[in-house]
């Protein structure tokens, strides 16, 4: 079976997915801060791939931003501002930093420049169709309440509705980083507030998406991350408050 050409790919895949996972984490987590990027060589002897498998692994982390090459130097890693942030998996990696919760406030402000935006344009642009899954979005939340869904997949949907709707591209495909951001942003705010996200401020975006009024959408979306801004920063300064 290993013998099969289509079967040594897939593992080959598999190997590689995961090497670069535990190199990109080890890059944004700080290993490598205070020490150069391992060689080739030392990759390969320390993680049991093959040279194949590191080269495809490091030639993705260079397009993540994350690592760089040029002759007699070697590999080494990239700045920080040069990271790739919409990176599903840089940031995904950058939320697990000690430093994430000011990670969360510089995504919040930028969900609040972006998805108020987003909610007006599905108010004006909305199919039928995506008007639906919006709705279906707050039903999944609604049931999420009662413990026949779960929470956080149900807001994820509702605000990725939200996102396609605005039937805008750049804002479409906002939605995989908004996702990935919202795994870790919604458990935090959850656990701050002591509660679950507030149905009636998810009510009221899909209903002013629903009455076709862009400017109350707007408003309603822009409240509501607002309220999560809110929580972090809080957080943020206390953190720092009890450094002092």
Do not use: C
């Not at 079967?7 to 670069?20: A, S």
């Not at 535990?22 to 987590?29: E, K, N, S, Y």
């Not at 490091?58 to 590999?75: C, E, I, S, W």
Request: glycine letters at 6%; aromatic letters at 6%.
């Amino acid at each position: 079976m290993a013998d099969d050409p289509l079967v040594r790919g897939e593992l080959g895949r598999n190997l590689t997915f995961g090497l670069l996972e535990v190199l990109g984490r080890a890059i944004v987590t700080g290993e490598y801060r205070d020490k150069p990027f391992p060689i080739e060589a030392d990759i390969v002897k320390r993680h049991g791939v093959s040279r194949s498998v590191t080269r495809e692994a490091v030639k993705m982390l260079a397009a993540k931003g994350l690592l760089a090459a040029r002759p007699k130097q070697g590999t080494f890693l990239r700045p920080e501002e040069a990271w790739n942030l919409f990176d599903t998996d840089v940031l995904r990696w950058l939320l697990e930093r000690r430093s994430s919760l000011t990670l969360l406030r510089r995504f919040s402000e930028l969900r609040i420049a972006v998805e108020p935006a987003a909610a007006a344009l599905a108010a004006r642009h909305a199919t039928e169709e995506q008007m639906a899954a919006i709705t279906a979005g707050l039903d999944r939340m609604r049931s999420a309440e009662i413990g026949d869904d779960d929470a956080l997949e149900a807001d994820i949907a509702f605000h990725v509705a939200v996102l396609r709707a605005s039937n805008n591209p750049f804002f479409a495909q906002f939605r995989d980083v908004v996702a990935t951001a919202l795994r870790t942003s919604i458990r935090f705010t959850n656990r701050l507030a002591g509660r679950t996200a507030s149905i009636a401020d998810h009510a009221a975006v899909a209903d002013a998406i629903l009455a076709r009024d862009g400017g109350a959408a707007h408003a309603a979306m822009e409240l509501l991350i607002a309220k999560v801004l809110d929580l972090i920063v809080a957080s943020v300064e206390g953190e720092g408050a009890q450094r002092q």
